[in-house]
């Protein structure tokens, strides 16, 4: 299989990806500009009062991305196949050392678990269309697959990184059901699963976000001297069309304004207008997104673009509603937008990869994997 072989033009459908990608990019470098100086002057940055540090890093990630995505754009996608195994095994290599030895263990820029979340993704598709009827089969399929997921996902608990390994699993049940699974093989999986992470949430150190949750769901977040508190009154000052670009106070104040916070200072800035123009770009994002998996020439392509796709869509909704007080405020970063380098790489690449499954012609011959 040639790297380039039986490769097209883009469809409709991944231009239009391509485009709100773009959009989101540029939103985010903008944002990260405005809201993140206040960070470089507080006492919690070490930029030695370097105002632009975080943007030319964030700028500096963006050029990566940029020439990951187009290198995976004209790379023939299909020819991860031949590389299972070792993808595999990068993705082992990276989470079973992060999980006995903390998440950033490779320092804030080099935060491998973005890739190991990429190649995960990668190989759950290529073992999910490999197995192609069987999946339905308890025994052959689905326990298998269950198995795989839950040791993926259980690992990245153990960082402690809840919300990905809950934003992993929802993506794999996604993955597994475009693959073919029956939906009464789902339905009590993530039945059985919800109370177990629950449980699991409270029993590491996210019982405290839970409790405060809940203490600002009921008694009023603007009374509350907290992280979402202050999220909830810079969009609350933004009003219907934001106080101007740069103007933000909140940006002063909220913990990381310009990486999981973001969002607010959007809503602070930009008002109304500027907060639901940003969820229509990433429903829009979304929709083509799923537009490219319907369109996909083979199983792989579709599931791995579904993977994707869910991937960054429901990582936009889990921050954008931690930061509305919707649920606990999670900490994940609002993809595309928020200032880090390695989840812009990556979901870069994973654009790529998306917008080459777009560009492709004819089926995959999918060999034997693990």
Not at 82 to 91: H, K
Not at 118 to 136: E, F, N, P, S, V
Not at 306 to 331: E, R, S, Y
Request: proline share 3%.
């Amino acid at each position: 299989m040639s790297l380039l072989n039986k490769q097209g033009r883009l469809t409709p459908a991944s231009i239009r990806l391509l485009l709100a990608t773009l959009a989101l990019l540029l939103l985010g470098l903008l944002m990260v500009y405005s809201a993140s100086y206040g960070y470089a002057l507080s006492g919690y940055s070490d930029t030695a009062g370097d105002l632009t540090h975080f943007f030319k890093r964030q700028l500096v990630a963006a050029v990566m991305g940029l020439v990951l995505l187009v290198g995976f754009t004209l790379l023939d996608y299909r020819i991860l196949v031949r590389y299972s195994v070792w993808i595999l095994g990068g993705t082992f290599a990276i989470i079973v050392p992060t999980a006995f030895f903390g998440r950033w263990m490779f320092g804030t820029w080099g935060q491998l678990a973005e890739l190991a979340r990429l190649l995960a993704i990668i190989y759950l598709a290529i073992w999910l269309a490999q197995k192609g009827g069987q999946i339905r089969s308890l025994t052959l399929g689905f326990l298998p697959f269950g198995l795989l997921v839950g040791l993926i996902t259980g690992l990245i608990v153990l960082q402690p990184d809840f919300s990905t390994a809950m934003l992993m699993f929802i993506t794999a049940m996604a993955m597994v059901f475009v693959a073919g699974a029956d939906i009464r093989q789902i339905l009590p999986t993530i039945l059985l699963v919800a109370p177990s992470a629950i449980g699991v949430a409270l029993l590491l150190k996210h019982r405290e976000r839970i409790f405060g949750w809940l203490e600002t769901s009921f008694q009023g977040a603007a009374e509350q001297d907290t992280q979402v508190a202050q999220c909830l009154m810079a969009i609350n000052r933004g009003g219907l069309f934001g106080v101007g670009l740069g103007n933000s106070k909140l940006k002063y104040v909220i913990y990381a304004a310009h990486s999981d916070a973001i969002f607010a200072i959007i809503g602070e800035e930009f008002g109304l207008l500027g907060t639901a123009s940003t969820m229509a770009l990433f429903g829009l994002w979304t929709w083509w997104g799923l537009r490219v998996a319907a369109e996909a020439r083979d199983p792989f392509g579709r599931i791995l673009a579904i993977g994707l796709t869910m991937w960054v869509a429901l990582g936009a909704l889990i921050n954008i509603a931690g930061t509305l007080n919707a649920i606990p405020f999670t900490g994940s970063v609002l993809p595309f937008i928020s200032s880090g380098g390695s989840s812009l790489v990556t979901t870069l690449a994973s654009v790529g990869l998306m917008l080459s499954i777009a560009r492709a012609e004819g089926p995959a011959r999918l060999e034997r994997v693990l």
